[in-house]
C-alpha cells in the first residue's frame, strides 16, 4: 500500500485529481460550514467580507478538520462544524492581514479587502474574525481543541513576524526558511487535522499521526505555493505573482538559487535586494534565473518529497475508509497549478 500511496502523489503526469474530487467524503460538511458562516456574520458590517469567504476559495482548512474527524471512530458532526468554521474565519482574518502586510491588490480573484474598504477596516475586521472564531471554539466546550487553535495563531503571528525579519537577508538558510513556513502555514493545516481528530473520538496515535500528516503536508504545500509565485498564471491563480521576492522575502527556490550561483554571480544578480531596489525588472530577473538554473525544480522536489512523507504518516493507521482521499489530497498538491 505505502509504495503504491507514493507512486500515485508522484506521478504528476498521470494524475489531474482536483481538490473537489479528494473532497466529495466531506462536500455536505464544507456546505454546512459556509451556511454556519453567514449566520455568524449577520452584522452589516461583517457581512462586506463575505465575498472573500466565498470567491473560490480551496476551503482546504476547514475540510481537513471535516476529513480528519471523519476518519474517526465517533465524530461529532456539528462539532466538526463548528470547529471547520472557526479555522476558515481564523484562514480569513490571516489572509486580510498578510493582504495588508504584503500590500497585494488581489485576493481569489478579487480586489484585497483593504484594497476594497481600506486598511483601517481590513485590520479591524481580521480582528472581528478571529473574535467570531474563538467565539464558537469556546461554546464547543472542549479545552484541547481551544488549546490547539490557540496555540496555533500564536505559531501564525510568530511566522509572520519571522517572515518580516528575514524580508531582504540574502544569507537566509534552508533551516530558517522551514522554521518560518512551519510557523505561518504548516502550523494552521496540522492543527485543523488535530482538532478534527480529537473531535473524532481518536485515540493518541492517531491523533499524533493526523497531526505529523497535515504539519507535513502543509510544509509540501507552501513550497508549492512559493514555486508557482514564480511559474504561475495570475488569472489562474487569482492573485498577484511574483509577489514574494517584490517585497524582499526569499522562498525555498530562491534560497537554492543563491546556493547554485558563484559569489560573483550571486552578487551582481541581487544587488537590488542589497539595497531594497527590488522593482519589476529585477524581480523578473531572479524568476527567470531560478526558472532556468533548476532551483525551482529542485524546490518542487523537495515538495513532492514532503507530501509523500505526510502520505507515509497514515499507511499504518485506519482511516474510516477514507485512505483515497488522503491519497488524492497528495496528488492534487503536487500537480495544482492554482
Request: glycine share 6%.
Amino acid at each position: 500500500m505505502t509504495t503504491r500511496v507514493l507512486k500515485t502523489a508522484g506521478r504528476r503526469s498521470q494524475q489531474n485529481v482536483t481538490l473537489e474530487q479528494a473532497l466529495v467524503p466531506v462536500e455536505e460538511g464544507l456546505q454546512a460550514v459556509t451556511d454556519r458562516i453567514l449566520s455568524q456574520l449577520t452584522d452589516p458590517v461583517a457581512r462586506t467580507v463575505v465575498y472573500l469567504i466565498t470567491a473560490g476559495g480551496k476551503r482546504l482548512r476547514p475540510a481537513l478538520v471535516l476529513l480528519a474527524g471523519a476518519s474517526g471512530p465517533t465524530p461529532n458532526r456539528p462539532a466538526l462544524i463548528d470547529a471547520a468554521t472557526a479555522v476558515e474565519l481564523i484562514h480569513t482574518a490571516t489572509l486580510i492581514h498578510d493582504d495588508i502586510i504584503d500590500q497585494s491588490p488581489l485576493r481569489r480573484s478579487q480586489p484585497a479587502f483593504h484594497h476594497r474598504w481600506g486598511t483601517e477596516r481590513a485590520v479591524l475586521m481580521g480582528d472581528y474574525l478571529y473574535a467570531t472564531a474563538f467565539t464558537l471554539l469556546a461554546r464547543l466546550n472542549v479545552p484541547s481543541v481551544m488549546q490547539v487553535m490557540a496555540d496555533i495563531c500564536q505559531q501564525l503571528c510568530r511566522g509572520e513576524l519571522r517572515e518580516v525579519e528575514a524580508r531582504y537577508r540574502l544569507d537566509l538558510t534552508e533551516a530558517e526558511y522551514f522554521d518560518i513556513i512551519r510557523d505561518k502555514t504548516a502550523s494552521l493545516i496540522g492543527g485543523c487535522c488535530r482538532s478534527g481528530a480529537y473531535l473524532g473520538g481518536c485515540a493518541p496515535e492517531m491523533i499524533e499521526r493526523l497531526t505529523q500528516f497535515g504539519v507535513t503536508f502543509g510544509l509540501g504545500f507552501q513550497i508549492i505555493d512559493d514555486c508557482l509565485d514564480l511559474t504561475g498564471d495570475q488569472r489562474e491563480l487569482g492573485k498577484s505573482i511574483l509577489s514574494d521576492l517584490d517585497k524582499g522575502a526569499l522562498s525555498l527556490p530562491i534560497i537554492y538559487l543563491t546556493q547554485m550561483l558563484s559569489a560573483r554571480e550571486r552578487d551582481r544578480l541581487f544587488a537590488p535586494l542589497r539595497t531594497h531596489a527590488t522593482d519589476p525588472a529585477f524581480v523578473r530577473r531572479v524568476a527567470q534565473a531560478a526558472r532556468s538554473s533548476g532551483a525551482v525544480a529542485k524546490a518542487q522536489a523537495r515538495a513532492r518529497e514532503l507530501i509523500r512523507d505526510s502520505q507515509e504518516a497514515l499507511a499504518q493507521i485506519p482511516l474510516n475508509g477514507l485512505k483515497r482521499s488522503y491519497r488524492q489530497l497528495a496528488a492534487y498538491a503536487v500537480s495544482r497549478r492554482s
